[in-house]
Nanobody
Framework: VQVVESGGGSVQAGGSLRLSCTAS????????MGWFRQAPEKEREEVAI???????QYTEAVKGRFTISRDNTKNTLYLQMNSLKPEDTATYYC???????????????WGQGTQVTVSS
């Protein structure tokens, strides 16, 4: 299982970024996929999930601002982030759930992360 993120960067508050994640090594089109983030000195948190029995879910802090989507023809996952806030600053990770589930953990697939920095 391999997932590789891209698209991070630095923006001012109110700006937008789109993260991409290219997946390989597993059956992507039926996999439950997700975006997570980790800010300095904080625990990793779930941002958005798509697929499986969970459908599409967002953490409350990003609802209405972020959109998760996938292109199964390109094995690619996206996270469109609008109206960014300084508190969105974190390293963002793409993840593939453990096969056959919508549970994310060490036995799933994790990317190396991409940094998103939002300045006020």
């Amino acid at each position: 299982v391999q997932v590789v993120e891209s698209g991070g960067g630095s923006v001012q508050a109110g700006g937008s970024l789109r993260l991409s994640c290219t997946a390989s090594g597993f059956t992507y089109n039926t996999a439950c996929m997700g975006w997570f983030r980790q800010a300095p000195e904080k625990e990793r948190e779930e941002v958005a999930i798509i697929g499986g029995i969970r459908g599409t879910q967002y953490t409350e802090a990003v609802k209405g601002r972020f959109t998760i989507s996938r292109d199964n023809t390109k094995n690619t996952l996206y996270l469109q982030m609008n109206s960014l806030k300084p508190e969105d600053t974190a390293t963002y990770y793409c993840a593939a759930a453990i096969r056959g589930t919508c549970t994310f953990g060490p036995k799933g697939g994790w990317g190396q992360g991409t940094q998103v920095t939002v300045s006020s």
